[in-house]
């Protein structure tokens, strides 16, 4: 059996400190778990997270906010071509989601490309997204399906 050596399961950052490859990409919470930002001087939401609001500025106090994770597609597309990477997938599709909170992100809905509408409600999930080769790292994130 092939064994995985030890430094290949470590993230090295740059100064010289280092953490399991797993603990590096939990530390990405807007990837995981739908965490963005909020303005509480005008109460806008961010998603990504910003860190600082373009209305605000300096008088804006951002502080982390988790998305319901709940929201409408805006607008979609069937991709029927792909790179290699995501071919096997195909036809899948992408759509923009606008978040019940306010921000838009692009984002796979899972579901028959004949199934989706403007205007679909549409809930997050934690799937996978990609694999580094067959024996690569697997890359996980949101996508989105409809809510029954």
Known sequence: ?????EQLLLFTFWGGSEMSVA???????????MIGTKCETCHRHFFPPRTF?????RSG?????????????VTYTVI?????????????????????????MT??????????????RVKSVFRRIATDGESGIIHYGTKFVPVE
């Open 1 to 5: 059996m092939w064994e995985v050596p």
């Open 23 to 33: 603990r590096f990409w939990r530390k990405i919470p807007q990837r995981y778990n």
């Open 53 to 57: 609001c373009p209305d605000c500025r």
């Open 61 to 73: 106090r951002i502080i982390d906010h988790k998305f319901a994770g709940t929201g409408t597609v």
């Open 80 to 104: 029927h071509t792909a790179n290699e990477q995501f071919e096997a997938f195909t036809p899948y599709v992408l759509a923009i989601v606008k978040l019940d909170e306010g921000p838009r």
């Open 107 to 120: 984002a796979q809905i899972v579901c028959c490309p004949d199934e989706v509408k403007i205007g679909m």
